[in-house]
């Protein structure tokens, strides 16, 4: 239970990467510029699993302002950045980057914020766009997406050989070139079809 009673509060976020470096120029700015609670962290950025920034995030209230050193120390990614940005809108939180100069209380931070959304919009659709070309690309040469499909007659010659009890299952595989799991799924859809 928060026992503020509707107090706005200063909240700080401040990570390091690796346990011998040193949070205190972090510790020093974010209470300088008035955070109340502070929440530190020593672990690599490219770790999604945070538990004291998922702390520092839960604590906070509407009004409430969340500050960072410098937005690297909140996220590695432009799409784990907007992630945190989008949870801070919808919890109606400010939000300060120090060394940045963003603070979304202002017409300019609020800009700054809304192109690195833009941002992070466009490089999905990069991205996006990137896959389906090369979909389409894979398909006008004759291949489908996904998993390549064992050649059928090598899994006929697989369930022969498996149905001849002559050869083990590792023997097959050599045989063959047909994978264990790939003999087992056909002896499966085998077996049901027979049953079905």
């Known amino acids: 239970m928060d026992s ?3 107090k706005k509060i200063k909240v700080g976020y401040a990570r390091v990467s690796t346990a011998d470096q040193s949070l205190d120029l972090q510790l020093d700015a974010l209470q300088k510029a008035g955070c109340e609670r502070i929440y530190t962290e020593k672990l690599s950025g490219a770790k999604d699993d945070r538990p ?5 995030l839960d604590i906070l209230r509407p009004g409430d302002v969340f500050v960072v050193y410098k937005l690297d120390r909140l996220a590695r990614s432009t799409k784990k ?3 945190v940005a989008e949870q801070l809108k919808g919890l109606e939180v400010e939000f300060v980057s120090i060394k940045d100069n963003i603070d979304t209380s202002t017409p300019t931070g ?3 914020f809304g192109m690195l959304a833009v941002l992070a919009e466009f490089e999905r659709d990069i991205i996006r766009e990137r896959t389906m070309a090369g979909l389409e690309a894979a398909r006008a040469r004759g291949r489908k997406g996904g998993r390549p499909s064992a050649n059928v007659k090598k899994v006929q010659q ?3 050989l498996y149905d001849s009890r002559n050869h083990s299952v590792s023997e097959i595989e050599e045989l063959t070139g047909i994978s264990r799991a790939t003999l087992y799924r056909a ?3 085998r077996k049901e ?3 079905g």
């Open 158 to 160: 697989a369930l022969s």
């Open 193 to 195: 079809e027979q049953n």
């Open 4 to 6: 503020r009673e509707g």
């Open 187 to 189: 002896l499966k859809k």
């Open 110 to 112: 609020k800009l700054m």
């Open 81 to 83: 950045l907007i992630e």
């Open 52 to 56: 004291e920034l998922a702390r520092a």
